[in-house]
């Protein structure tokens, strides 16, 4: 009687694994599906003549977020947003060809590693989110699509994560590391953390809908930043 309870126990759980694996295979992890009609109604606009994208923003719920709340930016401005909701860099790195490159846009406009500094995938360096941008500019430029680096933009914690503590000190010393990449490589570099920041190198309240993610006036001083950096004159 032990044994068959034994043997049904260990069935369930080898079923329980089996499906569990089954799931895993299926979940789309780095977000392809997206935006794939998105990006084949581009593609397929500029097939038939459409101008290319001046840019794409490449980024996280930051991005996301940005592309909802003023859309009229992108639209004016000819930019595409291209922001999943709570992706690292890793995820980004991995699916930079189909949001990015195929579209062939002029510039890339990379906003990336709030998510790594929150663990959202379990550990990892400043150095590999680190070499995960620096990988994504190495893609665009061999593909002739010019990179340009932003900031970190400023946070002191993270709601969904408190228990990191304040890492407001790794997200300056990887703007840091991405400022001078950027110069070493003359690249563009927008520096956002710069003008959203407070005393304690979080976000601004009064720009932020929490301590990570802008308002809309906290978008449209960066939106002042990417005018700036392009050199495009406000519509």
Request: hydrophobic residues 40%; charged residues 25%.
């Amino acid at each position: 009687m032990k044994k068959t309870i034994l043997t049904l126990a260990t069935l369930a759980f080898m079923g329980l694994l089996s499906i569990s694996s089954a799931n895993a295979q299926e979940r789309d992890w780095a977000g392809f599906s997206r935006y794939a009609k998105s990006n084949s109604e581009v593609i397929a606009a500029q097939k038939a003549g459409a101008k290319k994208p001046l840019a794409v923003f490449m980024g996280d719920s930051i991005t996301d977020a940005w592309a909802s709340d003023d859309p009229s930016f992108f639209a004016d401005n000819n930019f595409i947003g291209r922001g999943i909701s709570g992706q690292t860099s890793s995820e980004m790195l991995v699916r930079f060809r189909k949001d990015v490159l195929d579209l062939n846009p002029k510039y890339v406009l990379i906003l990336a590693g709030t998510n790594d500094m929150a663990r959202n995938n379990g550990y990892i360096s400043i150095e590999d989110t680190y070499g995960n941008i620096v990988s994504m500019c190495e893609l665009a430029k061999i593909h002739k699509v010019k990179p340009v680096i932003c900031s970190i933009i400023p946070a002191s914690s993270f709601a969904w994560r408190k228990q990191l503590g304040d890492r407001s000190g790794d997200i300056i010393t990887l703007n840091d590391m991405l400022k001078a990449y950027a110069a070493k490589n003359r690249f563009l570099y927008i520096d956002y953390h710069s003008v959203l920041k407070d005393e304690a190198n979080g976000l601004q309240t009064a720009l932020g809908k929490d301590s990570v993610h802008p308002n809309l006036f906290g978008y449209q001083i960066m939106e002042k930043e990417v005018l700036k950096a392009l050199k495009i004159k406000k519509k």
